[in-house]
Nanobody
Framework: QVQLVESGGGLVQAGGSLRLSCAAS????????LGWFRQAPGKEREFVAA???????????DYSDSVKGRFTISRDNDMNTVYLQMKSLKPEDTDVYYC???????????WGQGTQVTVSS
């Protein structure tokens, strides 16, 4: 099993920045990609960004169009941690942000408990 714990959420004004962290433990060698998703009450979970954790194409990263150019995903394999640096935050970025792990060839199946991000206008 893999355990994922997010931290770093909070309240920030529009235009501000936050950095989210996701600490992974357990069978981390089974993770191929680590991603960030977000979800507001009553809405579907939305993909935000993903990064290759182990394996080929170690520089692989992907972003949703809504965050491209504002958010940066990075990893520290020694610390078993993935980060999401968020800049130029907008009120519409307000959501619960989840870290998720994806085994190779599988869907995302490991999920953290989420961290709340609130952007005030």
């Amino acid at each position: 099993q893999v355990q994922l714990v997010e931290s770093g959420g909070g309240l920030v004004q529009a235009g501000g920045s936050l950095r989210l962290s996701c600490a992974a433990s357990g069978r981390t060698f089974s993770i191929y990609n680590l991603g960030w998703f977000r979800q507001a009450p009553g809405k579907e979970r939305e993909f935000v960004a993903a990064i290759r954790w182990i394996g080929d194409r170690r520089n692989y990263a992907d972003y949703s169009d809504s965050v491209k150019g504002r958010f940066t995903i990075s990893r520290d394999n020694d610390m078993n941690t993935v980060y999401l640096q968020m800049k130029s935050l907008k009120p519409e970025d307000t959501d619960v942000y989840y870290c998720a792990g994806q085994p190779r060839g599988e869907r995302y199946e490991y999920w953290g408990q989420g961290t709340q991000v609130t952007v005030s206008s």
